[in-house]
């Protein structure tokens, strides 16, 4: 069993975030990260959301004990596991009706990076190159590119 507190260093140390970066991002003082990553506080529930998503886990992982590893149990976000899986892949995304982002619209893209519910893009466009954080709930569908052989 392991503790909320530590689960959270644990996540945060292998990411290579300071308490202090964690706190900006979480708009929370580095003391109270401290805090509660030693358990002598617990953070409150309207930022475990926040939290799973700053540190790439679910909720379930930080809140229950029978989760001992990100996507441990059937219950895991599956969405945050394929999107984890295609950083640095070339894909195609196509977006929700009145979410469509014109830049990418039928370009292929290359996933830069992944974080809870963005994700960061990069593409060669008639414009020239481009590199965006999209929302990932904008996103309806994405096919990955064949890789070059």
């Given at each position: 069993?392991?503790?909320?507190?530590?689960?959270?260093?644990?996540k945060r140390k292998d990411l290579g975030m300071t308490?202090?970066?964690?706190?900006?991002?979480?708009?929370?003082?580095?003391?109270?990260?401290?805090?509660?990553?030693?358990?002598?506080?617990?953070?409150?529930?309207?930022?475990?959301?926040?939290?799973?998503?700053?540190?790439?886990?679910?909720?379930?992982?930080?809140?229950?004990?029978?989760?001992?590893?990100?996507?441990?149990?059937?219950?895991?976000?599956?969405?945050?596991?394929?999107?984890?899986d295609a950083v640095g892949r070339k894909v195609k995304?196509?977006?929700?009706?009145?979410?469509?982002?014109?830049?990418?619209?039928?370009?292929?893209?290359?996933?830069?990076?992944?974080?809870?519910?963005?994700?960061?893009?990069?593409?060669?466009?008639?414009?020239?190159?481009?590199?965006?954080?999209?929302?990932?709930?904008?996103?309806?569908?994405?096919?990955?590119?064949?890789?070059?052989?």
């Open positions: 069993m392991q503790a909320l507190g530590t689960k959270i260093a644990a308490q202090s970066e964690f706190a900006d991002r979480l708009s929370v003082t580095r003391q109270t990260v401290g805090r509660w990553e030693t358990g002598a506080a617990v953070p409150d529930i309207d930022k475990i959301s926040d939290i799973a998503d700053i540190l790439g886990v679910s909720c379930d992982y930080l809140l229950k004990d029978d989760h001992t590893e990100e996507g441990g149990t059937a219950s895991a976000n599956p969405v945050s596991r394929l999107l984890q995304l196509s977006f929700f009706d009145g979410e469509a982002d014109i830049d990418l619209y039928d370009t292929v893209c290359t996933i830069e990076a992944f974080e809870g519910s963005w994700m960061k893009v990069s593409a060669e466009t008639k414009k020239g190159a481009v590199e965006k954080l999209i929302p990932v709930s904008s996103i309806l569908s994405l096919a990955y590119e064949e890789e070059d052989a």
